[in-house]
C-alpha cells in the first residue's frame, strides 16, 4: 500500500472544498475580511471586558470569528495533506498558518481577560451552555497563567513550537523509501502508510519491532531530518 499523490485520484473521490471557499481567491479574501474583523473587536473591546454583560456581548462576536478561523484551518490543511510537493497547497497551507498566528496574537486579550475576570462573572458565563467549555478552559488555564505580555509572546512563537512536528508530518507523508523486512518467513513491505496504520499496533511484537526499525532507518536516510521521529513501538 503506497500513499498516492492526489493528482492520481480520480475527481469524484477528492475533497470537496467548495462548501468552505469557492477556491484560493475566494480564501484569500476571507484572510482579508476576517483580518479587519479582529481588529474590530480589539480596538472596540479590549480593555472593556468586565461585567457579565460584557464578556457576553463579545461572546457573540467572537464565536463567530472563531468558526471562520476553523474553516480558514482546514481549508488550508487539508489539501497538502494530500501532497506536500504541491507548492501551490504549500502557499495556501503557509497563508492560513499565517493568519491563524496572527489572529492568535491580535485576540489573546480575550483570553487574558477571562483568566483575570471576576469568579462571580464566570460562574454566570460557565452556566450558559454554549460557553461552558470555554469557561471550564479559562478556569484551567488560570492556574497556570503567566501574565499577558507572557502569554503573548508564547502565542507568536506557534509557529516556532510547531516547527519540529511540521517537518515530521511533511517528511513521513512523502513516502520515503524504506527497506521491507520478514518475519517468519514472510516479506512485508513497508511504507509510511503501512507503519502508521497496521504494523506499529500489529499483534505481533516482531512485526512491530521490524517495522519500527524500517520505518526509522527510512527517516535516517532522509537529509537533516532523521532525528525527528521519537516514537518507539509498543513492546507488550
Known amino acids: 500500500m503506497e500513499l498516492k499523490k492526489r493528482s492520481e485520484f480520480p475527481e469524484n473521490e477528492l475533497w ?3 462548501a468552505l471557499y469557492q477556491d484560493q481567491e475566494d480564501f484569500l479574501r476571507a484572510i482579508e475580511k476576517h483580518v479587519k474583523k479582529s481588529m474590530n473587536l480589539s480596538v ?3 480593555g472593556n471586558l468586565h461585567t457579565f454583560e460584557d464578556f457576553e456581548a463579545a461572546f457573540a462576536v467572537f ?6 478561523l476553523s474553516h480558514i484551518g482546514n481549508y488550508s490543511f487539508m489539501p497538502q495533506t494530500t501532497d506536500f510537493g504541491d507548492e501551490a497547497f504549500a502557499e495556501i497551507a503557509q497563508a492560513g498558518m499565517d ?3 496572527w489572529a492568535s496574537v491580535e485576540l489573546s486579550f480575550f ?5 483575570e475576570a471576576d469568579e462571580e462573572v464566570l460562574e454566570r458565563l460557565g452556566q450558559l451552555p454554549h460557553l ?3 469557561i471550564r478552559q479559562a478556569k484551567i488555564k488560570k ?4 501574565g499577558a505580555d507572557v502569554e503573548k509572546t508564547l502565542t507568536n512563537l506557534g509557529e516556532v513550537f510547531y516547527g519540529p512536528q511540521d517537518i515530521y508530518t511533511k517528511m513521513r507523508a512523502g513516502d520515503f523509501e524504506m527497506a521491507d523486512f520478514e518475519v517468519d518467513g514472510k516479506v512485508y513491505k513497508n511504507s509510511f502508510v503501512t507503519y502508521e ?7 505481533n511484537a516482531e512485526v512491530r519491532e521490524k517495522a519500527f526499525r524500517s520505518f526509522s532507518e527510512g527517516l535516517r536516510q532522509v537529509p537533516k531530518h532523521g532525528c525527528c521521529y521519537l516514537s518507539s513501538p509498543s513492546q507488550v
Open 16 to 18: 470537496d472544498l467548495t
Open 44 to 46: 472596540t473591546t479590549k
Open 63 to 68: 464565536e463567530q470569528i472563531q468558526i471562520q
Open 99 to 101: 493568519f491563524e498566528t
Open 111 to 115: 483570553d487574558d481577560a477571562l483568566v
Open 132 to 134: 461552558t467549555f470555554a
Open 143 to 146: 492556574a497556570h497563567y503567566l
Open 197 to 203: 496504520n497496521f504494523y506499529q499496533n500489529h499483534e
